[in-house]
């Protein structure tokens, strides 16, 4: 099996993003994010109604890291302190050496290339430092923008489910999308 340490927790730099650990002076751009309708629209999640929600969130993810159960990064412009998305992998199985790799942005960052060069960041670094096998994304088929980063990224369809998440009394499809340690091409 699989041994998860994040510990120290490492940030990760490309040729413009530093991605660090959020903090909650990352309060402000996190509820943006999880409070606007157009960045949540196809993630299966409750609204962010104040900025104690996310809050919350921020304390849950630097739970799971300090769980070794999960580890996100808020992604930055280098040179800027405000995160514009943040990245990263969950759902980890560490039996199966495979975990979840998720991401959202600020829409006026969106088109410029960013979530792209954060994913081969994380991705990097789930098969150097955690030793994955394979890596997957879960996304609503609906979410043409998110497919097309995923392809960009040299991950391949692997299923569509059909109504498979009950959410608000609707149910959604999922489409998986993976990239094994063999294919990847930093």
Same mark, same amino acid.
Do not use: C
């Given at each position: 099996m699989l041994t998860i340490n994040f510990h120290p927790f490492q940030?990760?730099?490309?040729?413009?993003?530093?991605?660090?650990?959020?903090n909650p002076n990352d309060v402000a751009e996190v509820f943006a994010m999880r409070s606007?309708?157009?960045?949540?629209?196809?993630?299966?999640?409750?609204l962010a109604q104040t900025k104690e929600d996310a809050l919350a969130h921020i304390t849950?993810?630097?739970?799971?890291? !300090?769980?070794?159960?999960?580890?996100?990064?808020?992604?930055?412009?280098?040179?800027?302190?405000?995160?514009?998305?943040?990245i990263g992998h969950y759902r980890i199985q560490p039996e199966?050496?495979?975990?979840?790799?998720?991401?959202?942005?600020?829409?006026?960052?969106?088109?410029?290339?960013?979530?792209?060069?954060?994913?081969?960041?994380?991705?990097?670094?789930?098969?150097?430092q955690m030793n994955l096998h394979s890596i997957e994304a879960v996304i609503d088929p609906g979410n043409v923008a998110?497919?097309?980063?995923?392809?960009?990224n040299g991950f391949v369809k692997e299923a569509h489910i059909l109504e498979n998440e009950l959410w608000e009394g609707k149910f959604? !499809?999922?489409?998986?999308?993976?990239l094994?340690?063999?294919?990847?091409k930093p």
């Open positions: 940030n990760l730099e490309t040729e413009r993003l530093l991605l660090r650990r959020l606007n309708p157009e960045v949540m629209q196809y993630i299966p999640r409750p849950m993810i630097n739970e799971k890291i !300090d769980n070794n159960t999960g580890i996100n990064w808020g992604i930055t412009v280098k040179g800027e302190e405000t995160i514009m998305g943040i199966n050496h495979r975990a979840e790799i998720g991401y959202m942005s600020l829409p006026e960052y969106n088109g410029k290339g960013y979530i792209s060069e954060a994913i081969k960041a994380v991705v990097t670094y789930g098969f150097e998110s497919e097309k980063v995923l392809l960009k959604w !499809d999922t489409v998986i999308y993976s094994l340690r063999r294919n990847f």
